[in-house]
């Protein structure tokens, strides 16, 4: 019977059979097959004995129910080899569907094409039911072109009023990142009232995904101006994310009364969508009576307020939440433990994160990118290199260089590496991970995390030459709001007021200003410290928005250049505009206080620090009064301050106090300040350099050559001065005696004309500031060589008369140079701006704009 079975052909041949005999283990029966019968099959065996028995029987007319057979028993390419041998009919295309339906479900979405572009080469018509998958799955993957070319077949078939293909034509787009397509298709529908509460759900989601909030919140509002539209939960679920993402909290609670006027609050997706919004809105009071309020909840009902008040800095109500959470047996997924481990490195707390990520990994959780992203910040946050290369090895194996791995969690962990050992000051390595990535696999975050590497620890030269390499050669990456701060605050650095100003350009024309308040701030510390405060001050006037950064940096600005007036009467608008004073603004006041030789201000103001303003004075706080009150001479004053201080002195205090005593020749005094320094072993070379100083000044040579030993026997060495000078071709640096620039005969000769025609009007050199143990001869050669001296040479040489010099200095300028250039300004038409280690200094006409207090 067997052997006449695989002789047997059938009577249609569409059915031929497409398995072998081994299949069969007994011989077929002849009981009739009906359409129940075959519903009943519950195994791929029994599916295939009934399948071999229609095509024995020659059942022709079961063809279809066999492909449900084999669908209902999750064989899909048994199914998809009967159904290709099947004529083409509206009612099977059903079963086209049911396939394609599986595949976007499972997340095949290849397959799901796949299938498409068969049963168009079959001669099988799509129908309405077919595309919005198509289209899903186009979306999802994202492929513009494919879902471009199937809404062209749509067109084509005539499907283009039917509503439920057209709103999976909008999400598809949206889904692509194609807006404008999205709101062009989603426009037509509505032009020909055929829109419906789903249209505007994915034309509002299309703006969420895009990163456009006040968009989706403007689409939002139309729809609910509509009184034919009634929002439904995914409406609600769509739009609290954009509240969120804008900060609008009064928006988000007209939506939660709607949610509970109408009922969708029960909805477990709205409770926590309200649940989420109020917590990124930092209104965690409101977050948490909503989540105590929810009926059903789930671990994301969790993870939101969790998440909510790690990143408001309130750990201890995280952690008990995140107790209670362990109490309840509720299982800890790995949101829960990334939002925890987020929450501490986002505040700086690294051992707190490493220590949730040991007690993470002792439950089994298996963290995902987010997580080592997070524990990369914390690492970073606590400069903690040991624990962030054994982090960097773990994303190795678990994420990194693994095929089936997802390219975007690559390219996060990777970024991550980058800011981690950029933070831990190792930007050789962090340098050698960026240039090892190809071109096309960075994106703007790459850039960013390594420009600002870059201009926080110290090279802001190469945070500077990347930046401009990202404008120049990857026209496809655009620069964002955090890579114009980092590389403004890079110009800041070197005082590159050039190059800032193009930035400030920059950010004019793409309006960055106008929507983020940081990158304002940061044009006011960029252009205070690189001389141009006036610019800072126009800069502040025409923000739209100001916070306690914005003043105390214009603040901090004004006391850079010894304008302490200033600074008081912005303090006073900062009061009026009902900002409150914290300890970071007490020190920019005494500070300019203190360069601006406003002693009795100073005083009066931090002897009012813990009485009128409930700020307790700290060690900063001190220091700035010792350095005010050694400015002044009254260092006896500055000594009981000390005395009666009620914490420790820190170095800061000591050196503010031997600095004064370098100033003031108080040998007895900074002797003892330099002691107390050692104690602490506070081993600086600016420290040694200040108690030579006070030696050298004495004349007590012996002594300047006992420091010089200390330093050279502790391995310490003194800081080459350096100064530079911007200018149309780039940056002149210049070092004490310096020769190396290919105009140095001219530069020599410059500053020979001007020492002889200054000398000429009553300067003087000051020998002290020599500190050699020569003759006054070869003490005047040395002044003459000074850095500062041969940048303003320079800058006269390539300057158009009229326009400002703009010097930076590392280290505190020379006594004798401030004298030279006080006297050269009477004599050369440029004003000169001086920027050292402490303060800028404006020479024009014979005045400095320090008036002796630097």
């Not at 059903?94 to 168009?120: E, H, K, P, T």
């Not at 709103?167 to 989603?186: I, P």
């Not at 990163?211 to 409406?235: C, I, K, Y």
């Not at 299982?331 to 993470?360: H, K, P």
Request: hydrophobic share 45%; charged share 20%; aromatic share 10%.
């Amino acid at each position: 019977m067997l052997l006449s079975l695989v002789h047997l052909k059938p009577k249609h041949p569409l059915l031929l059979n497409p398995f072998t005999t081994n299949f069969f283990s007994t011989t077929p029966t002849t009981i009739p097959l009906t359409s129940t019968l075959l519903k009943q099959c519950k195994s791929l065996i029994d599916a295939k004995r009934i399948h071999q028995q229609i095509l024995v029987q020659g059942l022709v007319h079961l063809a279809t129910h066999v492909v449900g057979m084999y669908v209902a028993c999750d064989s899909p390419s048994f199914a998809l080899t009967v159904l290709e041998r099947l004529p083409p009919s509206l009612p099977t295309v059903f079963w086209w569907n049911a396939l394609i339906r599986r595949a976007v479900r499972l997340g095949f979405l290849d397959d799901v094409l796949s299938l498409y572009r068969r049963m168009q080469r079959l001669g099988w018509r799509p129908d309405h039911y077919t595309f919005p998958f198509v289209l899903k799955a186009c979306g999802e993957l994202p492929s513009f072109r494919r879902g471009a070319s199937v809404h062209a077949v749509v067109c084509a078939d005539g499907f283009e009023s039917n509503v439920f293909v057209c709103n999976a034509v909008v999400a598809m787009y949206g889904r692509c990142g194609a807006l404008d397509d999205a709101r062009q298709m989603f426009e037509e529908l509505s032009e020909r009232g055929i829109g419906d509460a789903v249209s505007w759900n994915s034309i509002v989601a299309a703006y969420v995904q895009s990163g456009d909030s006040r968009m989706a919140l403007e689409m939002f509002e139309r729809m609910t101006n509509d009184v034919r539209l009634h929002p439904d939960a995914v409406s609600l679920v769509n739009v609290l994310p954009a509240c969120a993402s804008v900060g609008a909290s009064w928006r988000g609670k007209q939506v939660h009364g709607y949610a509970v006027r109408s009922g969708l609050f029960e909805d477990v997706f709205v409770g926590n969508a309200v649940v989420d919004m109020y917590a990124k809105c930092g209104m965690m009071e409101e977050a948490n009576k909503v989540f105590e309020q929810m009926k059903v909840k789930d671990v994301v009902s969790w993870n939101a307020v969790v998440t909510g008040y790690s990143q408001i800095g309130r750990y201890g109500d995280a952690l008990s939440l995140f107790e209670k959470m362990r109490a309840a047996k509720i299982e800890l997924n790995v949101v829960t433990w990334s939002a925890v481990i987020a929450g501490y490195a986002q505040r700086g707390c690294g051992y707190e994160a490493l220590d949730v990520f040991r007690q993470m990994q002792l439950t089994g959780s298996d963290p995902n990118a987010v997580t080592l992203v997070s524990l990369l910040s914390g690492c970073a946050s606590i400069v903690a290199l040991p624990q962030g290369k054994e982090t960097h090895c773990y994303a190795i194996k678990c994420i990194l260089n693994i095929d089936e791995n997802d390219a975007g969690d690559e390219l996060m962990v990777i970024n991550g590496l980058i800011d981690m050992y950029s933070k831990c000051k190792r930007a050789k390595i962090a340098r050698t991970m960026f240039d090892a990535m190809a071109p096309k696999d960075r994106n703007v975050v790459t850039w960013t995390v390594m420009i600002g590497g870059y201009a926080q620890h110290g090279e802001a030269n190469d945070a500077l030459e990347l930046f401009s390499r990202m404008l120049q050669q990857d026209n496809s990456i655009l620069p964002n709001a955090f890579t114009i701060s980092c590389a403004l605050m890079a110009c800041a650095r070197l005082g590159a007021l050039r190059f800032g100003r193009q930035i400030h350009a920059y950010v004019l024309r793409n309006r960055f200003e106008s929507v983020v308040l940081f990158v304002a701030n940061c044009l006011i510390d960029m252009y205070s410290k690189s001389g141009d405060i006036d610019a800072a001050r126009i800069v502040f006037d025409n923000m739209y928005q100001r916070n306690s950064v914005s003043w105390t940096s214009l603040m901090t600005g004004y006391g850079m250049h010894g304008r302490g007036e200033e600074v008081l009467q912005i303090f006073d608008g900062m009061r009026r505009a009902g900002l409150v004073a914290d300890d970071v603004t007490f020190v920019v006041v005494l500070y300019a206080c203190s360069h601006s030789g406003m002693v009795d201000q100073g005083i009066e103001y931090f002897n009012g620090m813990r009485k009128e303003f409930g700020v307790v004075p700290g060690v900063e706080h001190y220091a700035c009064m010792v350095d005010l009150l050694g400015r002044a001479g009254r260092l006896d004053e500055a000594m009981k301050l000390i005395k009666g201080m009620p914490m420790e002195p820190s170095p800061i205090v000591w050196v503010a106090l031997l600095s004064a005593c370098r100033l003031h020749a108080n040998v007895e005094l900074g002797e003892y300040a330099a002691n107390q320094l050692l104690e602490l072993e506070l081993e600086n070379d600016g420290s040694y350099t200040l108690l030579s100083n006070i030696y050298a000044n004495a004349r007590r040579w012996k002594d300047v050559a006992r420091i010089r030993y200390l330093m050279k026997h502790t391995g310490i060495k003194k800081r080459p001065g350096c100064s530079w000078v911007q200018g149309k071709k780039g940056t002149a640096t210049f070092f004490v005696g310096d020769r190396s620039h290919p105009q140095s005969q001219q530069i020599y000769e410059i500053l020979a004309d001007l020492i002889q025609r200054i000398k000429a009007i009553g300067y003087v050199p000051e020998m002290s500031f020599a500190l050699h143990d020569v003759d006054d001869e070869e003490k005047g050669d040395l002044l003459f060589e000074h850095s500062e001296k041969l940048a303003l040479a320079y800058a006269i040489l390539t300057s158009a008369p009229g326009l400002p010099i703009r010097i930076t200095k590392n280290l505190r300028v020379c006594g004798d140079c401030h004298s030279a250039i006080t006297y050269i300004s009477m004599i050369i038409e440029n004003e000169i701006i001086l920027r050292d280690s402490s303060r800028f200094h404006h020479f024009k006409n014979g005045s400095c704009s320090c008036k002796g207090y630097w």
